[in-house]
Every structure is written in structure tokens, then in C-alpha cells.
């Protein structure tokens, strides 16, 4: 875990925390080069017949594992502390699920504002579990700048409704509790020249998980991959 760990909480728009320095920029830097080496082409951006936004990059076609032997441990640590600052923290019943993601260049270029609304979701589909907190870290390539790769949070569904973005930066950790008002999405308006490479995190009941803290989500709805 890295020394400078530096957290902003806030409750507006919504309950949110932006960590930076999450994890160690080496290991962010060795992170990177282990994600990078899954060719994009190699990612099957489809689900159900339909081209998604975001994709876990464990959905390859050479079957490469995305779980890093070195550094998962550290990555699920900063999700597990970051996460402490918030009322739906619950170490008893609720684990952290993460996945190495990627956004789909090649469709698209925004996700309009959305809530992840635990509630409604489970309206959807009463079998699911569904997250109460979520949460994106960000690999960036060294020396790269990523303009509008970032998260933007909105007041509502309006896109006019923008209230900031939470900026693609290395080793940056974003997390916020989802509700009925957790408007996030994402505006690429200077296009993907460069992927655009994360974790995705879900907070979830322990025993939707598997056994090891990373788990693959796959509920047909883009949720946090979206990020």
C-alpha cells in the first residue's frame, strides 16, 4: 500500500471518494504492461448479441487470466480501506468483487448518465445481487494524458446536468455509493486514441462472490463496467 494514500470524501452530488496514489506507481506501471499485453482485438466486446461499453478483459480468446499472481492483493486492499469511509461499509457480510476492464473503442462515445440504483436493478432482476457501493481504478500509461477519459457525475440524467469528472489519472481510485441520485457517466468528446484500461470494483454480499476477491460479474447490464 502506498504511503502517500490520499483521500477526498464527499456527499455531493452524492456520497463519492477519490483516492489518489491508491497503489504504488510501479505497481500501477507493472499492472499496465500486464493488461496491455491482452491484445484489444482479442476482447469480446459482446454480451447477449449486443455490443457493450465496457467489457472485463478476462473475455479474451486466448483465455488469458487477468488476475495479476503479485499485485491483486494490494489492488483489493485500496478498494477494502477506501471504502471504510462509508455508512454501506459492512466487513461482516460484504466483500469486494474487481475485474481487470476495458471501454470498447470501437462503440460509441458516451454513456449517458445513470445510477446503478441497487434498488431498481433488483426490480429487474429479483435474482441478482447488486452492489451498494462501487468503484473504478484507473491504469493509465506513464506519461500519457488522458483528456476526457474520466468519470463524469451529474445531477440527474440530463447531461446537462453536469457536476464534474473525475479525472483519468494513474493510480486514482473512485468510489461512491449508488442510489437514486449516483448520476455517472462518461463523455469522450475528444475520442479513445489510447485504451482506456481499469479495475472495476462491486461491493457485494459475501456469498454472491466466489472465493477469490475477484469476481466476474456478468448481469447483462453494464453497471460499473461502464465507468
Not at 8 to 13: G, K, R, S
Not at 180 to 193: A, R, V
Request: some cysteine; glycine content about 6%; aromatic content about 14%.
Amino acid at each position: 500500500m502506498s504511503d502517500y494514500f490520499n483521500i477526498e470524501y464527499h456527499e455531493f452530488p452524492y456520497p463519492h471518494a477519490i483516492c489518489d496514489s491508491a497503489i504504488e506507481q510501479n505497481t500501477a506501471n507493472s499492472l499496465y504492461d500486464f493488461a496491455n499485453k491482452i491484445a484489444e482485438e482479442d476482447i469480446s466486446f459482446v454480451r447477449k448479441g449486443e455490443q457493450q461499453d465496457n467489457m472485463q478483459m478476462w473475455n479474451n480468446k486466448k483465455g488469458i487470466d487477468t488476475i495479476h499472481p503479485e499485485y491483486h492483493n494490494e489492488i483489493y486492499k485500496a478498494f477494502e480501506r477506501t471504502s471504510k469511509l462509508f455508512k454501506e461499509y459492512d466487513s461482516q457480510n460484504r466483500k469486494w468483487s474487481i475485474s481487470l476492464t476495458e471501454t470498447n473503442r470501437e462503440y460509441g462515445n458516451f454513456l449517458t448518465p445513470h445510477t446503478d440504483d441497487p434498488v431498481l436493478l433488483k426490480e429487474r432482476d429479483p435474482e441478482m445481487e447488486h452492489a451498494t457501493i462501487k468503484g473504478l481504478l484507473y491504469l493509465a500509461k506513464d506519461r500519457t494524458k488522458y483528456d476526457h477519459y474520466g468519470t463524469k457525475l451529474y445531477m440527474n440524467d440530463d447531461r446537462s446536468s453536469f457536476v464534474k469528472e473525475v479525472e483519468f489519472v494513474q493510480c486514482r481510485l473512485f468510489l461512491w455509493a449508488t442510489g437514486e441520485n449516483s448520476y455517472h457517466g462518461t463523455d469522450f468528446i475528444k475520442g479513445l486514441p489510447h485504451r482506456r484500461i481499469f479495475y472495476t470494483g462491486e461491493y457485494l454480499i459475501e456469498n454472491t462472490t466466489s472465493e477469490n476477491p475477484v469476481y466476474q460479474v456478468d448481469d447483462g447490464y453494464t453497471g460499473t463496467e461502464n465507468g
